[in-house]
């Protein structure tokens, strides 16, 4: 965070906001980037910016004075409406009705059209932790701390929802949620680890097994058999 910030979208738009409330978005048309500028009002001198993005939703935070800044110039005082300081703006995400912020106890998720923020303790007891940046994939909302070692995945199927305790993840040092087409795994970028997040956060100690693993994946979603494979489903009943 700092006197300006920038998040890149998930469709590759770039939106840069500057301590002054200038915010400027760059998208690429065709062969050339097309760039305009806009403005979001009430930001305080001295502000400690983060930016990320909802679909083509910009939201700020300014974590000096708890503000929240929502589309359409709406900004909401956290701390006023319960919700403490030192909260972690999500990663880009997809198109959602509302943002999410990981404090050091809670998942919040406040409604991008204003409203009352909804907030889920990241622990029964309320321990304090550090969290990452929570994520958006595949339905589900994701928050992970070190410390605490706290972990929950909040689903639009409430069967789906997770929230544990991870003894691994509680000595942590720098966790990052990733995400490749329908895999996810939160990687200790300091010291090498893996959990993945949809198997109980089993834990892996090779994050470059992992990587090789993702990306093969890929190159098997990616190939023409794949490919033929679901759009003609029966072809492949008949060749075996």
């Given amino acids: 965070m700092g006197a300006s910030a920038f998040v890149t979208g998930m469709d590759g738009t770039v939106y840069a906001l500057s301590g002054s409330g200038s915010l400027t978005t760059v998208k690429r048309q065709g062969a050339v980037d097309q760039a305009k500028t806009s403005r979001i009002d009430g930001i305080p001198e001295g502000a400690q910016l983060s930016l990320t993005v909802v679909g ?11 503000t929240i800044f929502l589309p359409d110039n709406k900004r909401i005082d956290l701390s006023a409406a319960g919700v403490e300081t030192g909260g972690v703006l999500q990663q880009a995400g997809p198109k959602a009705d509302s943002v999410l912020l990981a404090t050091p106890t809670s998942l919040v998720a406040i409604p991008l059209a204003g409203g009352a ?3 889920t303790p990241s622990t029964e007891g309320g ?10 994939h595949e339905g589900c909302a994701y928050g992970a701390w070190t410390g605490s070692g706290a972990y929950m ?3 639009d199927d409430p069967s789906a929802n997770k929230q544990m305790v991870v003894d691994t993840l509680s000595t942590a040092r720098e966790i990052v ?7 996810i795994v939160l990687n200790d970028v300091a010291q090498g680890s893996v959990w993945l997040p949809d198997s109980n956060m089993v834990l892996m100690d090779n994050w470059d097994e992992v990587d090789k693993q993702l ?3 890929e190159n098997l979603e990616d190939s ?11 072809r492949n009943e008949e060749n075996t």
């Avoid at 083509?56 to 708890?66: H, W």
């Avoid at 321990?127 to 958006?136: F, I, K, L, N, Y």
Wanted: glycine share 4%; charged share 30%; net charge negative.
């Fill in 224 to 234: 023409p058999d794949t490919t033929d494979e679901i759009a003609d489903p029966e």
């Fill in 153 to 155: 995945r909040a689903c």
């Fill in 127 to 136: 321990v304090s932790g550090t969290p990452a940046a929570p994520v958006r």
């Fill in 117 to 119: 923020p909804t907030i």
């Fill in 177 to 183: 949620f990733r995400t490749n087409r329908k895999a």
């Fill in 56 to 66: 083509d939703q910009v939201v700020a935070l300014d974590g000096e004075s708890n």
């Fill in 215 to 217: 990306t093969e994946q």
